[in-house]
Protein backbone atom coordinates (compact mmCIF):
# COMPACT_ATOMS: atom_id res chain seq x y z
CA UNK A 1 0.00 0.00 0.00
CA UNK A 2 1.22 3.70 -1.18
CA UNK A 3 0.26 7.01 -0.56
CA UNK A 4 -0.13 9.45 -3.04
CA UNK A 5 -1.18 12.94 -3.77
CA UNK A 6 -3.26 14.37 -6.33
CA UNK A 7 -2.55 18.54 -6.17
CA UNK A 8 -2.67 18.69 -1.99
CA UNK A 9 -5.48 16.00 -2.16
CA UNK A 10 -4.27 12.39 -0.63
CA UNK A 11 -5.71 8.70 -0.40
CA UNK A 12 -4.27 5.39 -0.91
CA UNK A 13 -4.41 2.92 -3.03
CA UNK A 14 -2.35 -0.10 -4.23
CA UNK A 15 0.95 0.42 -6.82
CA UNK A 16 1.38 -2.27 -9.03
CA UNK A 17 4.61 -3.39 -10.63
CA UNK A 18 4.96 -4.02 -14.75
CA UNK A 19 2.45 -0.90 -15.38
CA UNK A 20 0.11 -1.28 -18.11
CA UNK A 21 -0.48 1.68 -21.17
CA UNK A 22 -3.56 3.71 -20.31
CA UNK A 23 -4.44 5.88 -23.63
CA UNK A 24 -7.03 8.54 -23.12
CA UNK A 25 -8.58 9.49 -26.61
CA UNK A 26 -10.89 12.76 -26.72
CA UNK A 27 -11.92 15.47 -30.02
CA UNK A 28 -9.35 17.95 -28.95
CA UNK A 29 -5.78 18.47 -26.77
CA UNK A 30 -7.66 21.35 -24.93
CA UNK A 31 -10.39 18.84 -23.78
CA UNK A 32 -7.72 16.45 -22.05
CA UNK A 33 -5.92 19.11 -20.96
CA UNK A 34 -8.86 21.42 -18.79
CA UNK A 35 -11.16 18.30 -18.22
CA UNK A 36 -8.90 15.27 -17.95
CA UNK A 37 -5.57 16.31 -16.32
CA UNK A 38 -6.40 15.68 -12.49
CA UNK A 39 -7.02 12.07 -13.56
CA UNK A 40 -3.59 11.80 -16.16
CA UNK A 41 -1.23 12.98 -13.21
CA UNK A 42 -2.91 10.24 -10.89
CA UNK A 43 -2.23 7.66 -13.35
CA UNK A 44 1.08 8.63 -14.03
CA UNK A 45 1.66 8.66 -10.22
CA UNK A 46 0.49 5.34 -10.31
CA UNK A 47 2.94 4.59 -12.44
CA UNK A 48 1.07 4.18 -15.66
CA UNK A 49 2.54 4.73 -19.03
CA UNK A 50 0.08 7.34 -19.98
CA UNK A 51 -0.75 8.15 -24.19
CA UNK A 52 -3.11 11.04 -24.80
CA UNK A 53 -4.62 11.10 -28.46
CA UNK A 54 -6.59 13.55 -29.97
CA UNK A 55 -6.23 16.86 -32.32
CA UNK A 56 -3.63 18.98 -32.14
CA UNK A 57 -5.54 22.63 -31.16
CA UNK A 58 -2.50 24.05 -29.52
CA UNK A 59 -3.04 22.35 -26.51
CA UNK A 60 -0.83 19.41 -27.62
CA UNK A 61 2.20 21.00 -25.73
CA UNK A 62 0.70 21.54 -22.95
CA UNK A 63 -0.29 17.91 -22.46
CA UNK A 64 2.78 16.85 -23.66
CA UNK A 65 4.99 18.57 -20.85
CA UNK A 66 3.07 16.55 -18.22
CA UNK A 67 5.71 14.10 -16.74
CA UNK A 68 5.41 10.81 -17.77
CA UNK A 69 2.99 11.66 -20.87
CA UNK A 70 3.40 11.49 -24.70
CA UNK A 71 1.07 13.14 -27.11
CA UNK A 72 0.10 11.27 -30.64
CA UNK A 73 -1.91 13.47 -32.76
CA UNK A 74 -5.12 12.94 -34.97
CA UNK A 75 -5.20 14.15 -37.89
CA UNK A 76 -8.44 13.44 -39.43
CA UNK A 77 -10.85 14.04 -36.48
CA UNK A 78 -13.01 16.92 -37.55
CA UNK A 79 -16.25 17.62 -35.14
CA UNK A 80 -18.58 19.49 -37.45
CA UNK A 81 -17.76 17.10 -40.15
CA UNK A 82 -21.05 14.64 -41.26
CA UNK A 83 -19.04 13.43 -44.13
CA UNK A 84 -19.06 9.22 -44.16
CA UNK A 85 -15.76 9.57 -45.74
CA UNK A 86 -14.45 11.88 -43.28
CA UNK A 87 -15.73 9.46 -40.67
CA UNK A 88 -13.98 6.56 -41.83
CA UNK A 89 -11.18 8.35 -42.40
CA UNK A 90 -10.96 9.08 -38.72
CA UNK A 91 -11.87 5.03 -37.50
CA UNK A 92 -9.15 4.05 -39.93
CA UNK A 93 -6.73 6.82 -37.92
CA UNK A 94 -7.94 5.96 -34.97
CA UNK A 95 -7.41 2.30 -35.64
CA UNK A 96 -3.92 2.75 -36.76
CA UNK A 97 -2.79 4.82 -33.68
CA UNK A 98 -4.54 2.43 -31.22
CA UNK A 99 -2.38 -0.76 -33.22
CA UNK A 100 0.59 1.28 -33.24
CA UNK A 101 0.43 1.90 -29.32
CA UNK A 102 -0.88 -1.02 -28.49
CA UNK A 103 -2.46 0.07 -24.96
CA UNK A 104 -3.54 -2.28 -22.79
CA UNK A 105 -6.34 -0.16 -22.02
CA UNK A 106 -7.92 2.67 -24.01
CA UNK A 107 -10.72 5.69 -22.59
CA UNK A 108 -12.45 7.57 -25.16
CA UNK A 109 -14.20 10.89 -24.37
CA UNK A 110 -16.55 12.86 -26.70
CA UNK A 111 -19.27 11.82 -29.41
CA UNK A 112 -16.70 11.15 -32.16
CA UNK A 113 -14.28 9.11 -30.32
CA UNK A 114 -16.92 7.21 -28.19
CA UNK A 115 -18.52 5.76 -31.26
CA UNK A 116 -15.42 5.45 -34.14
CA UNK A 117 -12.92 4.93 -31.40
CA UNK A 118 -14.93 1.65 -30.20
CA UNK A 119 -14.99 0.44 -33.38
CA UNK A 120 -11.50 0.89 -33.63
CA UNK A 121 -10.74 -0.44 -30.59
CA UNK A 122 -12.82 -3.63 -31.78
CA UNK A 123 -10.84 -3.46 -34.83
CA UNK A 124 -7.55 -3.81 -33.01
CA UNK A 125 -8.32 -6.01 -30.27
CA UNK A 126 -7.81 -3.14 -27.48
CA UNK A 127 -9.77 -3.05 -24.21
CA UNK A 128 -11.74 -0.05 -23.80
CA UNK A 129 -14.05 1.87 -21.53
CA UNK A 130 -16.31 5.13 -23.05
CA UNK A 131 -16.79 7.64 -20.97
CA UNK A 132 -20.25 9.81 -22.05
CA UNK A 133 -20.31 13.43 -20.58
CA UNK A 134 -23.39 14.50 -22.12
CA UNK A 135 -24.89 14.22 -26.04
CA UNK A 136 -23.67 17.57 -27.28
CA UNK A 137 -25.45 18.94 -30.18
CA UNK A 138 -27.41 15.49 -30.38
CA UNK A 139 -29.30 16.61 -27.96
CA UNK A 140 -31.30 19.39 -29.29
CA UNK A 141 -30.82 17.10 -33.09
CA UNK A 142 -34.01 16.12 -35.40
CA UNK A 143 -35.50 13.41 -34.37
CA UNK A 144 -33.90 11.19 -37.59
CA UNK A 145 -30.60 12.76 -36.64
CA UNK A 146 -30.81 11.50 -33.00
CA UNK A 147 -31.98 7.89 -34.03
CA UNK A 148 -28.90 7.77 -36.33
CA UNK A 149 -26.33 8.80 -33.29
CA UNK A 150 -28.21 6.04 -31.14
CA UNK A 151 -27.81 3.42 -33.51
CA UNK A 152 -24.05 4.21 -33.86
CA UNK A 153 -23.94 4.00 -29.96
CA UNK A 154 -25.50 0.89 -30.24
CA UNK A 155 -22.92 -0.84 -32.32
CA UNK A 156 -19.98 0.89 -31.07
CA UNK A 157 -20.82 0.08 -27.27
CA UNK A 158 -20.79 -3.54 -28.13
CA UNK A 159 -17.12 -3.64 -27.91
CA UNK A 160 -16.25 -1.41 -24.72
CA UNK A 161 -16.06 -3.19 -21.55
CA UNK A 162 -17.76 -0.19 -19.50
CA UNK A 163 -19.51 3.27 -20.21
CA UNK A 164 -19.55 5.57 -17.67
CA UNK A 165 -21.90 8.43 -17.59
CA UNK A 166 -21.95 11.51 -15.67
CA UNK A 167 -25.61 11.59 -14.31
CA UNK A 168 -28.52 9.29 -14.33
CA UNK A 169 -30.74 10.91 -16.83
CA UNK A 170 -27.99 10.35 -19.06
CA UNK A 171 -28.01 6.99 -18.26
CA UNK A 172 -31.35 6.51 -18.50
CA UNK A 173 -31.87 7.77 -21.91
CA UNK A 174 -29.42 5.45 -23.37
CA UNK A 175 -30.57 2.43 -21.54
CA UNK A 176 -34.14 3.33 -23.01
CA UNK A 177 -32.54 3.68 -26.51
CA UNK A 178 -31.02 0.47 -25.82
CA UNK A 179 -27.83 1.64 -26.53
CA UNK A 180 -26.11 -0.30 -24.33
CA UNK A 181 -26.62 -3.50 -21.71
CA UNK A 182 -27.28 -1.53 -18.00
CA UNK A 183 -24.59 -3.81 -16.69
CA UNK A 184 -22.13 -2.13 -18.76
CA UNK A 185 -23.17 1.43 -17.06
CA UNK A 186 -21.86 3.29 -14.23
CA UNK A 187 -22.63 6.72 -13.09
CA UNK A 188 -19.66 9.03 -12.02
CA UNK A 189 -20.29 12.31 -11.02
CA UNK A 190 -17.70 14.79 -12.69
CA UNK A 191 -14.68 14.46 -13.77
CA UNK A 192 -13.25 15.73 -10.54
CA UNK A 193 -12.52 18.94 -9.27
CA UNK A 194 -9.34 19.83 -7.98
CA UNK A 195 -10.19 21.83 -4.24
CA UNK A 196 -7.10 22.75 -3.23
CA UNK A 197 -6.18 24.66 -6.98
CA UNK A 198 -10.40 26.07 -7.22
CA UNK A 199 -10.73 27.78 -3.41
CA UNK A 200 -12.51 30.52 -1.90
CA UNK A 201 -10.40 34.18 -2.01
CA UNK A 202 -11.23 36.73 0.70
CA UNK A 203 -11.80 39.16 -2.29
CA UNK A 204 -14.72 41.72 -1.35
CA UNK A 205 -17.15 41.94 -4.32
CA UNK A 206 -18.39 45.80 -3.90
CA UNK A 207 -21.04 45.50 -6.42
CA UNK A 208 -22.85 41.98 -7.78
CA UNK A 209 -21.46 40.50 -10.62
CA UNK A 210 -23.44 37.63 -12.81
CA UNK A 211 -20.91 35.48 -14.35
CA UNK A 212 -21.13 33.17 -17.54
CA UNK A 213 -18.39 30.86 -17.65
CA UNK A 214 -18.70 28.41 -20.78
CA UNK A 215 -18.26 28.43 -24.64
CA UNK A 216 -20.94 30.93 -26.14
CA UNK A 217 -23.23 28.86 -27.93
CA UNK A 218 -26.77 28.77 -27.79
CA UNK A 219 -27.56 25.69 -25.89
CA UNK A 220 -25.27 26.95 -23.02
CA UNK A 221 -27.79 29.65 -22.43
CA UNK A 222 -25.71 32.74 -23.22
CA UNK A 223 -28.60 34.07 -25.42
CA UNK A 224 -31.11 33.52 -22.02
CA UNK A 225 -28.43 34.90 -19.79
CA UNK A 226 -27.68 38.37 -22.12
CA UNK A 227 -31.88 38.93 -22.27
CA UNK A 228 -32.04 38.49 -18.76
CA UNK A 229 -28.49 41.00 -18.05
CA UNK A 230 -31.32 43.73 -19.96
CA UNK A 231 -34.50 43.03 -17.36
CA UNK A 232 -32.26 43.15 -14.34
CA UNK A 233 -30.57 46.00 -14.87
CA UNK A 234 -33.79 47.91 -15.06
CA UNK A 235 -34.49 47.09 -11.68
CA UNK A 236 -30.82 46.99 -10.14
CA UNK A 237 -28.82 49.24 -11.82
CA UNK A 238 -25.38 48.53 -9.88
CA UNK A 239 -25.37 44.82 -11.36
CA UNK A 240 -22.93 44.25 -14.01
CA UNK A 241 -23.02 40.76 -16.05
CA UNK A 242 -19.96 39.48 -17.43
CA UNK A 243 -19.23 36.65 -20.30
CA UNK A 244 -15.87 34.11 -19.87
CA UNK A 245 -15.31 32.04 -23.00
CA UNK A 246 -15.30 31.65 -26.50
CA UNK A 247 -17.10 31.22 -29.89
CA UNK A 248 -16.67 27.55 -31.10
CA UNK A 249 -16.81 27.88 -34.79
CA UNK A 250 -16.52 23.59 -34.99
CA UNK A 251 -19.93 23.48 -33.01
CA UNK A 252 -22.95 24.47 -35.63
CA UNK A 253 -24.79 25.48 -31.81
CA UNK A 254 -22.37 28.59 -31.62
CA UNK A 255 -23.17 32.29 -31.84
CA UNK A 256 -21.25 34.61 -33.88
CA UNK A 257 -19.08 37.27 -33.48
CA UNK A 258 -21.47 39.95 -34.51
CA UNK A 259 -24.04 39.15 -31.87
CA UNK A 260 -21.34 39.05 -29.24
CA UNK A 261 -19.85 42.64 -30.35
CA UNK A 262 -23.65 44.18 -30.23
CA UNK A 263 -24.05 42.93 -26.90
CA UNK A 264 -20.84 44.27 -25.55
CA UNK A 265 -21.74 47.45 -27.78
CA UNK A 266 -25.45 47.93 -26.07
CA UNK A 267 -23.49 47.62 -22.58
CA UNK A 268 -26.05 44.44 -21.68
CA UNK A 269 -22.91 42.19 -20.84
CA UNK A 270 -18.65 42.65 -20.67
CA UNK A 271 -16.51 40.19 -22.25
CA UNK A 272 -13.66 39.04 -20.66
CA UNK A 273 -12.64 36.99 -23.56
CA UNK A 274 -10.68 33.65 -23.10
CA UNK A 275 -8.75 32.53 -20.11
CA UNK A 276 -6.91 29.53 -19.29
CA UNK A 277 -7.43 30.34 -15.49
CA UNK A 278 -10.97 31.36 -14.63
CA UNK A 279 -10.72 31.47 -11.07
CA UNK A 280 -9.49 35.49 -10.59
CA UNK A 281 -13.05 36.31 -12.38
CA UNK A 282 -14.76 33.96 -10.62
CA UNK A 283 -13.24 35.69 -6.92
CA UNK A 284 -14.00 38.30 -8.58
CA UNK A 285 -18.30 37.26 -9.31
CA UNK A 286 -20.78 37.49 -6.98
CA UNK A 287 -22.67 34.43 -8.55
CA UNK A 288 -21.53 31.87 -11.20
CA UNK A 289 -24.55 31.09 -14.07
CA UNK A 290 -24.88 28.62 -16.42
CA UNK A 291 -28.17 28.53 -17.97
CA UNK A 292 -27.39 25.30 -20.14
CA UNK A 293 -29.95 23.08 -21.60
CA UNK A 294 -28.11 20.24 -21.00
CA UNK A 295 -24.89 19.13 -19.69
CA UNK A 296 -22.26 16.03 -18.87
CA UNK A 297 -21.80 17.75 -15.43
CA UNK A 298 -20.60 21.37 -15.89
CA UNK A 299 -17.60 21.83 -14.55
CA UNK A 300 -17.33 25.46 -14.58
CA UNK A 301 -20.20 25.10 -11.74
CA UNK A 302 -18.50 22.91 -9.75
CA UNK A 303 -14.99 25.31 -10.37
CA UNK A 304 -17.60 28.32 -8.93
CA UNK A 305 -19.04 25.83 -6.67
CA UNK A 306 -15.40 24.86 -5.26
CA UNK A 307 -14.60 28.92 -5.16
CA UNK A 308 -17.27 29.45 -2.64
CA UNK A 309 -19.92 30.94 -5.07
CA UNK A 310 -23.41 30.39 -5.50
CA UNK A 311 -24.85 29.42 -8.56
CA UNK A 312 -28.00 29.83 -10.90
CA UNK A 313 -28.90 26.89 -12.93
CA UNK A 314 -31.64 25.23 -15.30
CA UNK A 315 -33.76 22.28 -14.19
CA UNK A 316 -31.99 20.53 -16.63
CA UNK A 317 -29.57 17.28 -17.06
CA UNK A 318 -26.17 17.42 -15.26
CA UNK A 319 -27.24 20.85 -14.21
CA UNK A 320 -29.77 20.29 -11.31
CA UNK A 321 -27.39 17.94 -9.75
CA UNK A 322 -24.86 21.33 -8.93
CA UNK A 323 -28.16 22.77 -6.67
CA UNK A 324 -29.56 21.99 -3.43
CA UNK A 325 -32.23 25.09 -3.71
CA UNK A 326 -32.22 27.62 -2.05
CA UNK A 327 -29.17 26.06 -0.38
CA UNK A 328 -26.46 26.84 -2.38
CA UNK A 329 -28.26 28.57 -5.45
CA UNK A 330 -31.46 28.74 -7.08
CA UNK A 331 -32.73 26.20 -10.29
CA UNK A 332 -34.77 27.65 -13.51
CA UNK A 333 -36.59 26.29 -16.21
CA UNK A 334 -33.94 25.89 -19.13
CA UNK A 335 -34.33 28.69 -22.26
CA UNK A 336 -36.47 30.99 -20.13
CA UNK A 337 -34.77 34.20 -19.36
CA UNK A 338 -37.41 35.94 -17.30
CA UNK A 339 -36.93 33.31 -14.94
CA UNK A 340 -33.21 33.50 -14.56
CA UNK A 341 -33.86 37.46 -14.10
CA UNK A 342 -36.39 36.64 -11.20
CA UNK A 343 -33.65 34.02 -10.29
CA UNK A 344 -30.91 36.79 -9.99
CA UNK A 345 -33.23 39.32 -8.58
CA UNK A 346 -34.00 36.84 -5.85
CA UNK A 347 -30.35 36.50 -4.99
CA UNK A 348 -29.68 40.36 -4.81
CA UNK A 349 -32.72 40.38 -2.27
CA UNK A 350 -31.12 38.26 0.29
CA UNK A 351 -29.37 39.47 3.34
CA UNK A 352 -25.32 39.77 2.95
CA UNK A 353 -25.25 36.95 5.64
CA UNK A 354 -27.42 34.70 3.40
CA UNK A 355 -25.29 35.56 0.46
CA UNK A 356 -22.58 34.31 2.53
CA UNK A 357 -24.39 31.29 3.51
CA UNK A 358 -25.01 29.91 -0.13
CA UNK A 359 -21.30 30.19 -0.91
CA UNK A 360 -20.17 28.31 2.20
CA UNK A 361 -22.99 25.52 1.30
CA UNK A 362 -21.18 25.53 -2.41
CA UNK A 363 -17.91 24.86 -1.17
CA UNK A 364 -19.29 22.29 1.17
CA UNK A 365 -21.17 20.30 -1.99
CA UNK A 366 -18.16 20.43 -3.76
CA UNK A 367 -15.66 18.86 -1.58
CA UNK A 368 -18.26 16.24 -0.94
CA UNK A 369 -19.42 15.18 -4.29
CA UNK A 370 -17.68 16.35 -6.70
CA UNK A 371 -13.72 16.77 -5.61
CA UNK A 372 -10.84 15.05 -6.52
CA UNK A 373 -11.05 13.13 -3.50
CA UNK A 374 -13.93 12.00 -4.19
CA UNK A 375 -14.46 11.25 -7.64
CA UNK A 376 -10.92 9.66 -8.80
CA UNK A 377 -10.73 6.59 -7.06
CA UNK A 378 -13.86 5.46 -8.75
CA UNK A 379 -11.82 6.20 -11.81
CA UNK A 380 -9.31 4.51 -10.65
CA UNK A 381 -11.35 1.33 -9.53
CA UNK A 382 -12.81 1.05 -12.87
CA UNK A 383 -9.78 1.16 -14.50
CA UNK A 384 -8.02 -1.40 -12.28
CA UNK A 385 -11.34 -3.67 -12.71
CA UNK A 386 -11.17 -3.40 -16.35
CA UNK A 387 -7.40 -4.69 -16.49
CA UNK A 388 -7.73 -7.33 -14.45
CA UNK A 389 -7.43 -10.89 -15.55
CA UNK A 390 -11.27 -11.76 -15.05
CA UNK A 391 -12.52 -8.87 -16.85
CA UNK A 392 -9.55 -10.09 -19.63
CA UNK A 393 -11.08 -13.10 -19.73
CA UNK A 394 -15.18 -12.15 -20.09
Not at 29 to 49: K, T
Not at 86 to 102: D, F, G, I, M, V
Not at 202 to 224: C, H, Q, W, Y
Request: aromatic share 10%; glycine share 6%; with cysteine.
Amino acid sequence: MALHRVGSERFFFMTKKSPPTIALVANTAWNLWNFRRSLIELLVREGFQVVCIAPDDGYSKKVSALDGVRFVPLNTLSRKSLSPLSNLKTLAELAQRLRHERPDLTIFYTIKPNIFGALAARLTDTPAIATVEGLGYAATASPFFRKIIFTLYRLAFRFVKKVVFLNRDDRSEFLSHHAVPADKTLVVKGTGIDTTYFYPEKNAVTEPVFLFIGRLLSDKGVREFVQAAKQVKEAAHQSRFQILGSVDSGNPASIEQGELAHWVENQRVEYLGKSDDVRPFIASASVVVLPSYREGMPRALLEGMAMGKPVITTDSVGCRETVDEGRNGFIIPSENAEALAQAMLRYLSLSPDQQLAMGLHSRQKAETEFSNRVVLPQYLQIIREALSPASKSR
